[in-house]
């Protein structure tokens, strides 16, 4: 699970009080467990915060405005990613726009990704079969 120090953790706190429109848009339907997954947000990841966090799927979202393709925020976003990969986890990153243009086709997406590789241990499908009853 994802962790990080008080201070992050208390930012990731104060941040669930301060979505963006996106991020309030997702959200609405990531908590009804699309597909069955459990999604947290502003999760605390060390001396990050993600904007959505799926541990089923070792899933990271993040939601990029406008603001990610200016200055420095590409070269901040690529080290976080980098420190999530380091860490067994996999990142998503997802144009607000698309949010606020096809939210549908965004959680489509979400949920293809998080079961394309999802971890090696998937619940039991049930009993093997009888000897004899294949």
């Known amino acids: 699970m994802l962790s990080g120090p008080t201070k992050t953790i208390r930012g990731a ?21 699309p597909d069955g997954l459990k999604f947290r947000r502003q999760q605390a990841a060390g001396p ?6 799926c ?3 070792g899933l990271v979202l993040e939601i990029d405005g406008e603001s990610h393709n200016r200055g420095k925020q590409p070269q901040v976003d690529a080290e976080r990613d980098d420190y999530l990969h380091r860490n067994g986890y996999r990142v998503l990153r997802i144009p607000a726009v698309d949010v606020l243009s096809d939210l549908d086709a965004v959680v489509r997406h979400i949920v293809a ?3 394309a590789e999802s971890p090696l241990h998937q619940p039991s499908a049930g009993p093997p079969p009888l000897k004899g009853r294949i």
């Open 55 to 57: 541990h089923e799927a």
């Open 48 to 53: 990050y915060t993600t904007d959505f966090f």
């Open 13 to 33: 706190r104060s941040l669930r009080r301060q979505l963006s429109l996106p991020e309030v848009l997702l959200w609405q339907t990531l908590r009804t467990r």
């Open 113 to 115: 990704t998080a079961r």
